[in-house]
């Protein structure tokens, strides 16, 4: 009988080591959750860089474990937590903006500058978010972390709410990723509500060829104008326009191409897992989690009206000729480049020759450029 | 195997005070079960039993120290005392209950923070306070030692063994001054001249933002429209630059192909150019002749490699001449 309560009283011990013993409902809900984002990404190709390492992150950080065993992302000293200060400290936006810089082509931009205004309009998402999370009673630096969502922007969602609210920093990230996967279904709605057949049929006139000189000097005076204004944005704005110039110079390709190819995969690893894996159950599941997912859902949807808004305002202004097809309003928002590609698509559905694609490539990154300066702002105003 | 079971229930209900494993335990004594239901009894209140068990102790930290306390603040006794803070510095709930704090590092166990009080469980982020009054018999936040003569304070993991933080009290430490971490949880230890017991250390600085933007814009409106300027102003400033800047370039690429047709008008679209372009490729397409089943044997380059290398090799691979 020794022996068999011997062998209990191991098997009770070893019991307490597993995952089985520590899992909640909350957990079990979670990875739910994680499998469903995998799904999204296999089977409907939404956001798959993003939502797979999300969703696989979600699966590892919601393995319930015995304290102690320093494998849970908060603990400190475990290899999830080395790997979550990248994440805490806002290491891992600028790298991404970095790349994103040495991979972004902003010729549309250039040719066309009157488009950045719109990038700048589609921002209203982030403050009207900002206004009705006031109006949900959240404090004014959780407010503007919940709305930098309306940003459309991951890495500035995450950056702007590792420094203004950490705690919210997990489901801030997770209700970004997730509209922006969703960009292709919350948008085209709401661009044909706005617009009519007349103008959705607007044809806008080719780009023009963009010299050499002119792509070498957007980095350059873009980064000064927009750090000598808000020095706060520079983390991220220094390193997209850092990025842009190895690009441009054209002397640096090897540089250029490890910014935009490996550097930056390896940073969407890092930063998609840790953030997966940062949503345990236990700090997760909250009602103010399921407040953040409404706001940011409230936000995209006011991005994407104040987009296509300003477009019809502002061909009020312009000359016949020189207007502005308002199906690329909706591009303001800086999901690059999910919603450029949703111009395209509803503006071939009305005319299947007009191509709307690079027009709408202009307001698309002058929106990275619009998020990350609001994010400066705030940064500035609350830190 | 019913009785193992049933011994088995009962150091669960020992350890764990659970009302439904010591039904279950009575259910045992008198029930005779199959022995896969046991198990799977047993299993299933593991399950609930360890499901409340997991917090993270190692992200516990000595957060504030007062050493003399003449004026501060006074316990619930009504009595003035050293106290010693500690702060949850992870984003779950920690039960610090099991614990040891100690002021010798020989001895770690010195005293024991008693397990089983509801309010030793420290919410996310949250601080604890621990009077250093050495009479532990007024609760468990009463510590059985006092800071007067002490220079290092520890916080003890519930083995008795692993350290989770400990700190060097500096000397002379002035009365009714705390010592702590600038920003709660951070490396950087200071004196402060205010303390903050049960508070972020760093609470004036952290939320001065917010107060003033709670008192002065509470609907946001301010902000909105000060932000949306911001970034408005920095987006023109560029659309003007390179609005400027792409009319010079298209100033100078006309001057250029002025230079180059002699001034003919109409040559200078890019469009026109291509067009040109293309229909001389047409044109050299149609001269060229038309052959079906061509075969084309592209030359193979030898890629260098070190591995076949005349400098590095050691023998040269024979190469035949023809």
């Keep these: 009988m020794d022996i068999l309560q011997f062998l209990g009283s191991n098997l009770q011990q070893f019991l307490s080591y597993t995952a089985f013993s520590h899992m909640t409902f909350g957990h079990i809900m979670m990875i739910l959750v994680g499998l469903f984002f995998i799904y999204l990404a296999i089977k409907y190709e939404f956001e798959p860089m993003l939502l797979i390492p999300i969703g696989f992150g979600i699966l590892v950080g919601n393995i319930a474990f015995k304290d102690g065993l320093q494998v849970g992302i908060y603990e400190e000293g475990s290899v999830l937590n080395y790997l979550y200060f990248g994440v805490l400290k806002g290491v891992y936006p600028p790298l991404i903006f970095l790349g994103i810089g040495a991979m972004t082509d902003f010729s549309a931009l250039i040719s066309n500058p009157k488009l950045m205004l719109i990038g700048a309009a589609a921002q209203m998402g982030i403050f009207g978010a900002y206004i009705v999370a006031l109006f949900f009673g959240f404090p004014p630096n959780e407010a503007a972390a919940i709305g930098i969502i309306g940003g459309a922007d991951g890495p500035t969602a995450i950056f702007l709410s590792s420094r203004l609210a950490p705690h919210l920093m997990g489901a801030v990230a997770i209700s970004a990723y997730s509209y922006m996967a969703l960009v292709p279904v919350i948008q085209p709605p709401i661009m044909r509500l706005l617009t009519t057949r007349r103008e959705r049929l607007i044809r806008m006139k080719p780009p023009r060829a963009v010299s050499h000189l002119e792509k070498v000097l957007f980095p350059i005076i873009g980064m000064l104008l927009t750090c000598l204004i808000v020095p706060s944005g520079l983390p991220l704005l220094g390193m997209l326009f850092f990025g842009n110039l190895l690009k441009e110079s054209g002397v640096t390709r090897r540089l250029a191409e490890t910014a935009r190819g490996p550097m930056i995969d390896i940073v969407t690893i890092l930063i998609g897992l840790t953030v997966g894996a940062s949503t345990q159950a236990s700090t997760f599941l909250s009602t103010t989690s399921i407040k953040i997912f409404a706001l940011g859902a409230a936000s995209f949807i006011v991005a994407t009206v104040a987009g296509v808004g300003f477009v019809k305002i502002f061909n009020l202004l312009l000359k016949e000729g020189n207007k502005i097809n308002p199906l690329i309003g909706n591009s303001g928002v800086s999901a690059v480049p999910d919603s450029a590609r949703v111009s395209q698509i509803v503006g071939l559905e009305y005319d299947k020759t007009n191509h709307l694609l690079m027009h709408a490539m202009g307001p698309n990154v002058a929106g990275v450029i619009g998020s990350a300066v609001a994010a400066g702002v705030l940064l500035g105003f609350f830190s | ?322």
Excluded at chain 2, 41 to 66: C, D, R, T, W
Excluded at chain 2, 83 to 88: D, H, P, S
Excluded at chain 2, 213 to 237: H, N, Q, R
Excluded at chain 2, 248 to 258: D, G, H, I, N, P
Aim: glycine share 6%.
């Design chain 2, 1 to 322: 195997m019913n009785r193992l079971a049933a011994d088995m229930l009962n150091r669960l209900s020992f350890l764990f005070n659970n009302s439904a494993v010591k039904t279950l335990n009575r259910i045992c004594q008198h029930i005779t079960m199959k022995k896969t239901a046991i198990i799977l009894s047993v299993f299933l209140l593991e399950l609930g039993a360890y499901s409340a068990s997991a917090q993270p102790v190692n992200a516990l930290k000595i957060n504030e120290i007062v050493v003399h306390n003449e004026d501060g603040l006074m316990d619930d006794w009504g009595k003035r005392s050293g106290w010693v803070e500690i702060f949850n510095s992870s984003y779950a709930t920690v039960n610090i209950g099991g614990c040891y704090l100690t002021t010798d590092v020989s001895q770690p166990k010195m005293y024991p923070i008693p397990k089983g009080d509801v309010l030793t469980v420290i919410a996310p982020r949250q601080h604890t306070l621990f009077w250093a009054d050495g009479k532990p018999l007024r609760g468990t936040f009463h510590v059985n030692f006092t800071l007067d003569s002490v220079k290092y304070i520890a916080l003890f993991s519930t083995d008795g063994r692993t350290l989770i933080d400990s700190v060097a009290t500096p000397q002379n430490m002035p009365v009714d001054k705390s010592y702590g971490r600038i920003i709660d949880g951070s490396s950087t230890w200071a004196i402060f001249e205010k303390t903050t017991p049960s508070t972020n250390n760093a609470l004036l600085d952290s939320n001065a933002a917010n107060q003033r933007f709670e008192k002065y814009d509470p609907i946001g409106t301010a902000m909105t429209i000060t932000a949306m300027s911001v970034v408005f102003i920095v987006l023109i400033l560029l659309y003007l630059f390179f609005r400027a800047l792409g009319k010079t370039a298209t100033r100078m690429s006309a001057a250029k192909v002025e230079v180059t047709t002699g001034g003919a008008k109409g040559a200078a679209s890019g469009e026109m150019y291509a067009a040109i372009a293309f229909a001389m490729h047409q044109y050299q397409v149609d001269l060229s002749i038309v052959e079906s089943n061509v075969l084309t044997i592209n030359k193979v380059a030898k890629a260098y490699s070190p591995w076949s290398s005349k400098i590095y090799g050691l023998r040269q691979a024979p190469d035949r001449k023809k």
